[in-house]
């Protein structure tokens, strides 16, 4: 059997969530109709359904109404930061900026078709299988060989997973809760939901430097260097007190 034979298929359980009867029933037919999901939790509050996911640790995914009685489903999603991933299902669009702080999947707008839906659904499958391949056990190899440097990773931008490769990110700009990550391809920066730090602990140091609070840049994207400044894709960029030892130590390969 070959090893793509072996890989159980996906099944992502799911948890349907809405106080309106008629939604909640509409949001169940989709799931059971769609291969890929299983479901195993319907409820009509999220009081009834953050008890039902205490006892039903399995849930990976909830698609969560947002208008709700006692407590939203904005409030749950708060309250389920590192439990299933979440859609909304809702009749207001003004949610939807608070759905991204909340690192929704995506965000369903009521009236939504069977269509809509599986592109939502979509979106989670790749996420799970995504996290199923980074989660996976390496496979013990036939001899000890080096394993290659990953050329890319993936950003969450808008409701998405986004695949860059590594050479193609120029600098990486550190704002408030975001980054903006300048590519080289692309005038206009992609912006994520994700701080410089753990863009810092994504990037390989062999291609990378953080040189400022505010800023990461592509080594093989540098055009000068300065005293205390960094010249690249036409901006120059400071080095702060607290990254000059590293900065040093690259420049005098520059000498």
Known sequence: MSPAES???????????????LALGLVCSFIEQTPFLRLVGRHESAVAA??????????QLL?????????????????????????????????????????????????????????????AKTYFELKQAHDAPPAVPAAATPEPEQDHIYLKVEYQLVRVALADIVY????KDYVKVH?????RPLLSLTSLRSMEEKLPASKFLRIHRSYIVGLGHIQAVGRGTVQIQGETLPVSDGYREAFDQFFSRWK
Do not use: W
């Open 7 to 21: 890989v159980t298929p996906l099944v992502i359980n799911c948890m349907a969530v809405d106080d309106e009867p």
């Open 50 to 59: 953050l008890k039902a996911l205490h006892e039903q640790p399995e849930i």
């Open 63 to 123: 698609f969560l109404d947002i208008k709700m009685p006692d407590l939203s489903g904005m409030e749950l999603a708060r309250v389920l930061q590192r439990g299933p991933r979440v859609i909304f299902t809702t009749a207001f669009n003004q949610y939807a900026l608070e759905g991204f702080r909340v690192d929704a999947l995506d965000y369903l707008l009521k009236p939504f078709n069977y269509e809509e839906f599986l592109r939502a659904a979509l979106k």
């Open 172 to 175: 990486v700009e550190g704002l």
């Open 183 to 187: 590519l080289a391809s692309q005038t």
